[in-house]
């Protein structure tokens, strides 16, 4: 059933991708509300979550975490930014 494939997945998931084959759009939806995963896929295969698929360009890791970046990575994913601020004094009011 949906029920214990969601299940199924919440306990041994790796939260990497899940997909679900259906012809019921109110199963789809269900599955994309409750699967947590980085990338859920409706109808279609696994072998498109890879960050060139996406259009990040060449594809530098992985990641399943949930802050920051999830999913396929590319270079802007792998950076940060940081801010070079110089005043003369400012203040904010």
Do not use: C, W
């Not at 890791?61 to 940081?82: C, D, F, N, V, Y």
């Amino acid at each position: 059933s949906l029920d214990e494939a969601i299940a199924h997945i919440a306990r041994y998931g790796t939260g990497h991708s899940e997909t679900i084959v259906t012809n019921s759009v109110v199963a789809a939806q269900e599955f994309t509300a409750m699967v947590d995963a980085a990338a859920v896929l409706v109808n279609a295969s696994s072998r498109f979550v890879d960050g060139g698929q996406f259009g990040f360009g060449a594809e530098i890791g992985i990641s399943t975490q949930k802050m920051h970046a999830r999913g396929p990575m590319g270079l802007p994913e792998m950076t940060t930014t940081s801010y070079r601020v110089v005043g003369t004094g400012q203040i904010r009011s």
